[in-house]
């Protein structure tokens, strides 16, 4: 009963504040020093409205975090599974990558061995007189080379399964990393940081409008 009588009275204190800060005028000297101990007042009761919300809002705060902490407790292992599945999946789709472009290796280096082989070919066809057929060897030696090997990929799309690229970037030196790249910006202004500086050096830093 005492907590509720405590509220009215605030809101109401509020309400009356709230009023007489809508209708204030400030004119004159007198008004002016009255509107500063008026501010006064607010401070007050906005510290009587803190001081009334902390404790329930502290016992709210330990009831999220305790909930909180349950529902961590059951996600924990489901999420360390599907950590332990990604990773197994990474494994195979790295590794039927790497076969796949062994693949691709191994099919460019036979054609290239070929392509070796019809231009031999040619020599020797141009050795014993034969001009045209050498012509056809040396054409079939450059059509092999231009020949682009693709191996199809040897896991299959599955539908709700995707995979993406990620990059580790290490700045060595932070003052060549420039604003700009392509018009989009990589370097967040600090106004914080401007801001400090301003106080530090009493205005004393000067950033140029253009």
Same mark, same amino acid.
């Given at each position: 009963?005492?907590?509720?009588?405590?509220?009215?009275?605030?809101?109401?204190?509020?309400?009356?504040?709230?009023?007489?800060?809508?209708?204030?005028?400030?004119?004159?000297?007198?008004?002016?020093?009255?509107?500063?101990?008026?501010?006064?007042?607010?401070?007050?009761?906005?510290?009587?409205?803190?001081?009334?919300?902390?404790?329930?809002?502290?016992?709210?705060?330990?009831?999220?975090?305790?909930?909180?902490?349950?529902?961590?407790?059951?996600?924990?292992?489901?999420?360390?599974?599907? +950590?332990?599945?990604?990773?197994?999946?990474?494994?195979?789709?790295?590794?039927?990558? @790497?076969?796949?472009?062994?693949?691709?290796?191994?099919?460019?280096?036979?054609?290239?061995?070929?392509?070796?082989?019809?231009?031999?070919?040619?020599?020797?066809?141009?050795?014993?007189?034969?001009?045209?057929?050498?012509?056809?060897?040396?054409?079939?030696?450059?059509?092999?080379?231009?020949?682009?090997?693709?191996?199809?990929?040897?896991?299959?799309?599955?539908?709700?399964?995707?995979? @993406?690229?990620?990059?580790?970037?290490?700045?060595?030196?932070?003052? +060549?990393?420039?604003?700009?790249?392509?018009?989009?910006?990589?370097?967040?202004?600090?106004?914080?940081?401007?801001? @400090?500086?301003?106080?530090?050096?009493?205005?004393?830093?000067?950033?140029?409008?253009?």
């Amino acid at each position: 009963m005492e907590e509720e009588n405590q509220l009215v009275e605030i809101k109401n204190k509020s309400s009356s504040i709230i009023e007489t800060a809508n209708s204030m005028n400030i004119t004159n000297q007198e008004d002016l020093e009255y509107a500063a101990g008026f501010l006064k007042d607010i401070k007050t009761t906005q510290k009587k409205i803190k001081d009334y919300w902390e404790e329930p809002i502290k016992r709210a705060y330990e009831a999220h975090k305790a909930l909180k902490a349950k529902a961590n407790e059951m996600l924990e292992p489901l999420q360390n599974s599907e +950590k332990i599945i990604k990773e197994k999946i990474s494994d195979y789709t790295i590794t039927m990558e @790497r076969l796949k472009r062994e693949e691709e290796e191994r099919i460019r280096a036979e054609q290239e061995q070929q392509a070796l082989e019809q231009l031999q070919e040619a020599e020797r066809l141009k050795a014993e007189g034969n001009e045209v057929e050498a012509q056809i060897a040396e054409e079939n030696a450059v059509a092999m080379s231009q020949i682009d090997i693709k191996v199809d990929s040897k896991v299959d799309k599955i539908a709700g399964l995707s995979f @993406r690229k990620d990059y580790e970037i290490v700045v060595t030196d932070a003052t +060549k990393v420039p604003a700009y790249i392509n018009g989009t910006e990589i370097r967040k202004i600090d106004l914080a940081q401007i801001k @400090r500086f301003v106080k530090m050096t009493n205005n004393g830093v000067q950033i140029p409008r253009n």
